[in-house]
């Protein structure tokens, strides 16, 4: 079993910056072989990835946050982290984190193994 929790969701104006923050962790999962994703589902619309970082440091991202988003990966603390910068009323939804997916050809397959999520608010 996986516990992935995430946290760091607040209320920012437009153009502010949040960081999240992905623990995971379990009896049999080891962080520095596994691939993060961090998704979002904003109200009324499917769950899409918006950036994934695999065991070895390889880093993808949704286009709409490129130049704007940035995922990395502390080992030692079985953490992995988005930093969100020059957000926008559009960034608004629910932040989920998924541990020991499949990272191939900078494409990111979710495991079963999600957090509860957290939200992350931008005022216009």
């Known amino acids: 079993q996986v516990q992935v929790v995430e946290s760091g969701g607040d209320l920012v104006q437009a153009g502010g910056s949040l960081r999240l923050s992905c623990v995971a962790s379990?009896?049999?999962?080891?962080?520095?072989?596994?691939?993060i994703g961090w998704y979002r589902q904003a109200r009324e619309k499917q769950r899409e990835l918006v950036a994934a970082?695999?065991?070895?440091?390889?880093?993808s991202y949704l286009d709409s946050v490129k130049g704007r988003f940035t995922i990395s990966r502390d080992n030692a603390k079985n953490t992995v982290y988005l930093q969100m910068s020059s957000l926008k009323p559009e960034d608004t939804a629910v932040f989920y984190c998924?541990?020991?997916?499949?990272?191939?050809?900078?494409?990111?397959?979710?495991?079963?193994?999600w957090g509860q999520g957290t939200q992350g608010t931008v005022s216009s």
């Open positions: 379990g009896s049999t999962f080891s962080f520095r072989r596994n691939a």
């Open positions: 998924n541990a020991g997916g499949y990272y191939i050809r900078d494409s990111y397959y979710p495991s079963a193994y």
């Open positions: 970082i695999s065991a070895g440091g390889g880093i």
